[in-house]
């Protein structure tokens, strides 16, 4: 296991690696952590800005053997969804609407981490090349 093919990589994939590495620890963290508090809503702006990091970031990062349309793949369709449904959990805990901020929450970990971060071990990803070499 080398990180040098994630150091080797141009700085818009450095950048969404990092952050959906720190999205994915801090995600954990707030599943174990007390709700309502102020360190929860500290840690939920700043888990929402990693998220809008990485989804940002993923328009900048095209990966030639799956292009659903010009430079774009599927997986960029979990970063429209993550854009749309950020805001939108955001306003359900203003709102104080626990249960749908939850239920989004959860789903943008769920899809917008997990499921996304499943794909980057696909063969001839840079995760691949990471896990289990060149």
């Known amino acids: 296991m080398s990180l040098a093919p994630l150091f080797n990589a141009p700085l818009v994939i450095q950048l969404h690696a990092f952050a959906a ?13 007390t709700k309502g508090t102020l360190p929860h809503r500290a840690l939920g702006w700043t888990w929402v800005v990693l998220m809008m990091t990485v989804a940002v970031s993923s ?20 970063s429209i969804f993550s854009l ?13 609407r626990v249960n749908g901020h939850r239920i989004t ?11 996304a971060g499943l794909f980057t071990f696909v063969p001839g990803r840079i995760v691949h090349a990471i896990a289990f070499g060149q």
Do not use: D, K, Y
Not at 59 to 76: E, T
């Open 105 to 115: 929450m959860i789903s943008l970990f769920t899809g917008g981490l997990v499921i």
């Open 84 to 96: 749309i449904m950020l805001p939108l959990g955001i306003w359900f805990a203003h709102r104080h």
């Open 21 to 33: 590495m720190s999205a994915l620890v801090l995600g954990i963290v707030q599943f174990a952590s």
């Open 59 to 78: 328009f900048w990062i095209h990966q030639n053997q799956i292009r659903l349309g010009g430079p774009w793949s599927p997986i960029h369709l979990l």
